[in-house]
């Protein structure tokens, strides 16, 4: 069965629909009507914004809580499932605020983690605060945060700790209605976090366990007791730490100053006997061991050939059961293929003709499961699965707009660098044409380290291949999935290495017969902005034009300005990763404008602070001056990215325009929406 087809229950999908479409402070549409003829999307598809950003089941599986954006806030509706109607809603207070994400405490409460627009920031930032509120939109209250204000005069019971810290949900504690495990973040740089046990309903707290690291996260077993603490020291060296029991001293299991990689916990097996770590090695990916709690020995039980692994599976009860790998189309991998979760994974795998599925959450008995499916041309669909009955409905749809046969598909290609280095990344055609004797775009990704081009729905990619374009999209060294070596490849090597991997691609993409040689751009946001300017300094005649993103372009400014410089760690990882300040001038692009002979389209947010606008004020100073024909687009009040729907309309047709003029794409037809209902 396909996913818009599988045993839908329309009744219950319409029902869902209505209840939100009735929510006071949004409004929701129904699905719209598919075009009768297949043709290309155009731009106002991909800058809708979805109807719903995140939906879960309730415990007992009477309700559905889902995040709904609208204008400039995020709320959090509740609808009961038998008859599809509203029972509750929050938003938070101001006019800049969102439900950054949920978590359901117990059959009648649920925790919220905020975010707010702070300062001109168009896009949420999380700010650490925790709330609560009932199914019915009653007892909200802010629990934790630096908002967080006393009880006042008149009384001597305090139950709300008053501190400048934030903080995150770590463990719901399945059997415990009525507290839940979050950790603590105190306002320092690289601070050492701990766990407090917190009243879902009072916000009263009670310190559990300090950590014994900077940064650390930590792991619970099933008791709720919390047994593993990792993180990152100012050098960025890693720990990891276990504990027998509450009370116990934390003891050290693995040190990368003296081990050399990194290793971290996913959790418990169902017995608490097994605890699951994943390990890097010194070269290929990593691996996946079983921990004998008891005994302290380990032993492998997953490790692919070619690729890290990606996500975690787990079941009803928070086992880790196995783990999703990225090799090309996603592709699961059980621990024990005989177990019952292993089981309804493949049953709906199979159902859904093959397509990534992921449970996102389950009833508290495990007999009903919220199910999304997507694909490189399917945004993702929700299904309600009863697993005694084995029968899926369709709930919603995240982009109901958009439609598969008229979007491309994406398939993952493999290469090798000039100096041997295996390569991966994704072809994606133009629609309604095939990849041959192109006009191509070479999408760049951000980060750069950490950081992986993924097979799935991008919204980028099918922009530009709905208006004529082949995309190209690479994971060069420095990228993560491949292993820590892989990532550690890409150290100090902006610019150089990791640059001749993005030429050694498009050289690759030119002599399969993908791309006109004479029509290739680069394009990318972040470090993908760098990559494409660099691009056009290290192969003037490869390229027609390039386009950077909230880039940048001038290395050494990143120690003065900028938010990594400002903790220990964040100039560690610029002297490790980048480059020491005063030896980047060779590989900045606004020192080496001159060298660029292609037309240039910049654009940059105001208010970022990871990439400040000063970098590309400055590359297009430069540009300028060295005579080379450059376009630059600043939206003021937007940060690393762009959020409003009206400066993403503005910016994709500035730049599908652009690429337009020098590659020979489709036109963009931009529909301005109108105001007041007018028009």
Not at 127 to 143: C, F, H, K, Q, S
Not at 297 to 302: C, H, K, S, V, Y
Not at 356 to 370: E, H, M, N, Y
Not at 639 to 645: A, K, P, T
């Amino acid at each position: 069965m396909t996913s818009r087809t599988a045993h839908v229950a329309r009744a219950t999908r319409g029902l869902f629909l209505a209840a939100i479409a009735a929510c006071a402070f949004c409004a929701v549409s129904a699905p719209a009507a598919w075009a009768q003829q297949v043709k290309p999307h155009d731009v106002e598809d991909y800058v809708r914004k979805p109807k719903f950003l995140d939906i879960q089941l309730s415990p007992t599986g009477e309700y559905f809580a889902a995040t709904v954006p609208i204008e400039t806030k995020i709320g959090l509706v509740i609808v009961r499932r038998s008859d599809g109607k509203l029972v509750g809603n929050m938003h938070l207070p101001g006019s800049r605020a969102a439900v950054a994400d949920f978590h359901w405490a117990n059959d009648e409460r649920v925790i919220i983690e905020a975010a707010e627009r702070i300062g001109l920031h168009e896009a949420p930032v999380r700010t650490g605060e925790l709330w609560a509120v009932d199914i019915d939109g009653r007892n909200g209250d802010m629990l934790v945060g630096q908002r967080v204000t006393g009880e006042g005069l008149g009384t001597s019971i305090k139950r709300k700790k008053v501190e400048m810290v934030a903080a995150e949900v770590i463990d719901t504690l399945r059997d415990d209605d009525k507290t839940i495990l979050i950790s603590v973040i105190p306002f320092t740089d690289d601070p050492y976090t701990r766990v407090d046990r917190m009243d879902v309903y009072t916000g009263r707290r009670s310190t559990v366990v300090r950590a014994p690291i900077r940064n650390a996260s930590f792991v619970t077993e099933h008791a709720g007791k919390v047994r593993f603490a990792s993180g990152m020291d100012v050098d960025r060296s890693t720990r990891l730490y276990y504990r027998d029991a509450e009370g116990d001293d934390w003891r050290l299991l693995n040190d990368s100053r003296a081990s050399g990689v990194t290793r971290w916990a996913l959790g418990f097996s169902a017995d608490n006997a097994t605890a699951y770590l994943r390990t890097e090695h010194a070269s290929g990916p990593d691996a996946i061991l079983a921990y004998d709690i008891a005994s302290g020995e380990t032993r492998e039980i997953f490790r692919d050939a070619a690729v890290d692994p990606g996500s975690t599976l787990y079941d009803d009860r928070d086992v880790p059961v196995g783990v999703r790998i990225f090799d090309g189309k996603p592709k699961t991998h059980f621990f024990d293929p005989d177990s019952v979760a292993a089981k309804l994974y493949r049953k709906l795998e199979r159902a859904f003709g093959g397509q990534p599925v992921a449970i996102t959450s389950t009833t508290k008995d495990g007999t009903q499961a919220l199910v999304r499916v997507h694909s490189d041309r399917n945004p993702g669909d929700y299904y309600l699965f009863n697993t005694e009955t084995n029968e899926a409905s369709l709930l919603l749809s995240t982009g109901n707009w958009i439609d598969p046969e008229r979007s491309a598909a994406t398939s993952p290609v493999s290469f090798k660098s000039r100096d041997g280095l295996p390569l991966h990344g994704l072809l994606t055609a133009p629609v309604g044409a095939a990849a041959k004797n192109a006009p191509m775009v070479v999408l760049i990704h951000g980060g750069p380290f950490g950081v992986q081009d993924l097979w799935g729905y991008n919204e980028d990619v099918q922009l530009l291949a709905a208006h004529g374009y082949a995309v190209l999209q690479v994971n060069f060294r420095g990228s993560a999935g491949y292993g820590d070596a892989f990532e550690q490849a890409g150290a100090r090597q902006w610019g150089k290495a990791m640059q001749d991997d993005i030429t050694d691609a498009t050289r690759w993409a030119v002599e399969q017969g993908i791309a006109d040689p004479e029509r290739i751009c680069l394009f990318g946001y972040s470090y993908g902005g760098y990559a494409s300017l660099m691009g056009a300094v290290r192969e003037p005649a490869l390229y027609a034009c390039v386009a950077g993103v909230i880039g940048v372009y001038d290395l050494d400014m990143l120690h003065t300005t900028g938010d990594i410089q400002r903790r220990g760690s964040g100039e560690h990882y610029l002297n490790q990763w980048i480059g020491p300040k005063g030896q980047l001038a060779d590989v900045s692009p606004v020192k080496l404008a001159d060298r660029i002979k292609v037309p240039v389209l910049l654009a940059a947010g105001g208010e970022d602070e990871r990439a400040p606008v000063q970098h590309t004020e400055r590359m297009e100073k430069a540009l300028r001056e060295a005579g080379v024909p450059v376009e630059a687009h600043y939206y003021r009040t937007e940060g690393h990215g762009f959020y409003q729907e009206a400066n993403n309309r503005d910016f994709y047709g500035k730049l599908l325009r652009f690429l337009q003029r020098h590659l020979g794409g489709r036109a963009p037809v931009i529909v301005t929406p109108a105001k007041d209902g007018k028009g």
